[in-house]
C-alpha cells in the first residue's frame, strides 16, 4: 500500500539537507590540533580541506600575481598583509567553492578584518575555536617538525617521520 512504502523511505530532515552544503572554519593557535582535528573532520564529513598557509602556497608556485605579491613580501621576513592575504584565501575558496560546496577553511582569519571580509564572501556553516592552554602549546610545539616545501607536520612523540630527519612522503 501507499502508507506502507511511505513509512520505509528514510524521511530527510531539514537537518540532512542541510548537510549537503557545508562550510566550516576551524582556528586556534599553532600546536592547537587544528590539523589533527581537520584530517578527523575532512575524512568524517567528506570535507575539502585547505588553509591559508595552502592558499599562498599555491598561488606562490603557481606565479599568479597575488602570489608575486605575497612572495615579495615573505622574501623581506614581512607578514603578508591583510588586504593580500583576503584576496588570496578568497580567490582560493572561489575556486573550492566552484567544485564542491563542502569545505574546511583552516588558519584563517586571524585578524578582525580578514574575519569581516570572509563573512561578507561566504556564510559559514560551523565555526571550530580551539581555546588550547598556553603551557600545552609550547610543550606540543616543542616537539614539532615541519617539512618545510609541503607544510607537513610532524610530532617527535606523537606521529614522527617513518625515516627520521625524512618527509615520509618525499623522502
Not at 98 to 109: C, E, H, I, S, V
Not at 128 to 135: F, K, Q, S
Not at 152 to 169: A, C, F, N
Request: proline share 6%; charged share 25%.
Amino acid at each position: 500500500s501507499p502508507k506502507a512504502m511511505r513509512s520505509q523511505v528514510p524521511r530527510q530532515s531539514s537537518h540532512t539537507r542541510h548537510l549537503s552544503s557545508l562550510r566550516c572554519l576551524i582556528m586556534g593557535p599553532p600546536g592547537g590540533g587544528k590539523g589533527t582535528l581537520s584530517s578527523r573532520l575532512v575524512k568524517e564529513f567528506s570535507l575539502k580541506h585547505f588553509s591559508s598557509g595552502d592558499a599562498l602556497r599555491g598561488h606562490i608556485t603557481e606565479g599568479t600575481q597575488l602570489g608575486k605579491e605575497a612572495k615579495g613580501f615573505m622574501d623581506k621576513g614581512e607578514l603578508v598583509p591583510d588586504n593580500l592575504l583576503v584576496d588570496v584565501v578568497l580567490a582560493h575558496v572561489v575556486d573550492v567553492e566552484a567544485k564542491t560546496n563542502r569545505w574546511l577553511l583552516d588558519g584563517f582569519p586571524r585578524t578582525v578584518n580578514q574575519a569581516k571580509a570572509l563573512d561578507e564572501a561566504f556564510s559559514l556553516d560551523i565555526v571550530v575555536n580551539l581555546d588550547i592552554p598556553h603551557e600545552e602549546i609550547v610543550e606540543r610545539l616543542r616537539h614539532r617538525m615541519v617539512h618545510l616545501p609541503s607544510g607537513r607536520s610532524y610530532h617527535r612523540l606523537w606521529s614522527p617521520p617513518k625515516v627520521e630527519g625524512k618527509d615520509d612522503e618525499t623522502g
